[in-house]
């Protein structure tokens, strides 16, 4: 299995709707756009099937489409959820508009997120395959693209249409001689930096959503926030969690590994790059994250709550499970802004994840794919779904007006200049030879140059390799 970011646990989580974003699944991100989602045994659901409040399938209804009606309106998707959320659960208003105006049907093939490649292939040699798998664990392009796995989608989906034009920039940066891989119908923020309002007013800072605001949320004002905090004597520290060293890098608008004109080029020696890690070592020698090594390499979440945690960074999915959320403290205290902005950088970059789905080598019905995914389109700007979406948000989540404010701007800033890492989706062996090792500037206070002079040469010959493999594959 190439992509080893997603524990199979958090790929189960119950994913939600986006006002705006009507995509397919992600890493669990906050979001499942129209496309609503729930956590999936390993065998077909059984439960009996969501359904949207009849107001609202009125409404759907009376959006004008010019969609088709399918002379095979069932597709397959391979995933570890379920697109058709069980009774009680939120609908998506894509998979309704699907359903209703396409004659759509979409089977869940469900299986664990460890086995999603080996069941893929499984179906795949038993001419069985898949319409469709989701593309939100950033984990096809461009690794499993040269393995075959996947089909280029151009012959399907017209990603030149009017329809496309606002996600033509992101999926352009999954394509190879000008095929696309991805049908990406929206993009999210993969982190944001969760904290505790309650903390923040008792010791006298500036409430981050108020400096997103003001335009300085920074770095700057981040790291400042964090030395005026943290404090040794009293074990008070200013971050915690699994996700913020790669997260943060790409705030710089510079992955480690970028995928440019057609190549997969390393950046360890990027200026951006070395600022980034330069503030990193500058954290860790300050004493501000919490050491992880004196905990037995366990992250605290718990400590937002307390006040002896200042910031959490991890996806806003989190945010929509009531037991996760609870762990941060009162509901009425927590909240969450995107990583903070480079000072230096020409735009706000965020780490993004997208939500889309690509067509399996072999698939049967790749037209009723495309089908499905223009209806997330169709869904995503469109005003009463948003109104739709919303009110689903804050029935079944509990989330407040500021809250699903603060998701929007994230999206939006997201979906403005995203930011992929490459370097996760290639194969196992750049995957290792990159991500452990550009996290021991703030894990263990190891120079970068240091780390840079150990890797670039392998990382280098592994990118080679991987090239070598992109000039052949046809596009």
Known sequence: MMNKKIPAALAAAVLVLTAGACGGSSRPAATEGSGAVTAAPETSSTTPPATLKEEDKAAIEEIETDLPVLENGTIKLLANFDLNPAAGKPKGVALEMFETKCGGKVESLLCSWDDRYDKLSTLVLADDAPDMFSAGDLDIFPGNVIDGKFQSMDAYVDFDSELWAPMKHVNDMFSIKGRHYVGATSTDAGVVVIYNRKTIEENGLDDPAQLLAEDNWTWDTFYDMMAKFCSRPDEKFGIDGWEFENAFAVTSGVPYVDYVDGKLVSNLSHPSIVAVQDYMLNLKRNDLPVPKSEYGWSVHPEKIASGKTLFYPQGAYVLFEPDNKAVFGDPEDVMFVPMP???????????????????????????????????????????????????????????????????????????????????????????????????????????????????????????????????????
């Open 341 to 475: 902005r480079c000072p230096d950088a020409d735009a706000y970059y965020l780490p993004s994840i997208i939500n889309g789905y690509s067509i399996p080598m072999g698939a049967k019905n790749p037209e009723g794919v495309a089908a499905y995914l223009n209806c997330e389109m169709i869904c995503r700007d469109n005003e009463k779904v948003k109104e739709i979406e919303q009110a689903q948000i804050f029935d079944d989540y509990g989330w407040t007006q500021e809250m699903y404010d603060m998701l929007l701007t994230t999206r939006d800033l997201t979906e403005q200049h995203p930011v992929f890492e490459y370097f996760k989706a290639v194969n196992d062996d750049v995957y290792d030879c990159v991500l452990n090792p550009s996290k021991e500037t703030y894990n263990q206070g190891i120079p970068w140059a240091q780390t840079v002079e150990e890797i670039k040469y392998e990382l280098q010959t592994l990118l080679d390799t991987a090239n070598e493999k992109l000039d052949k594959v046809s596009g």
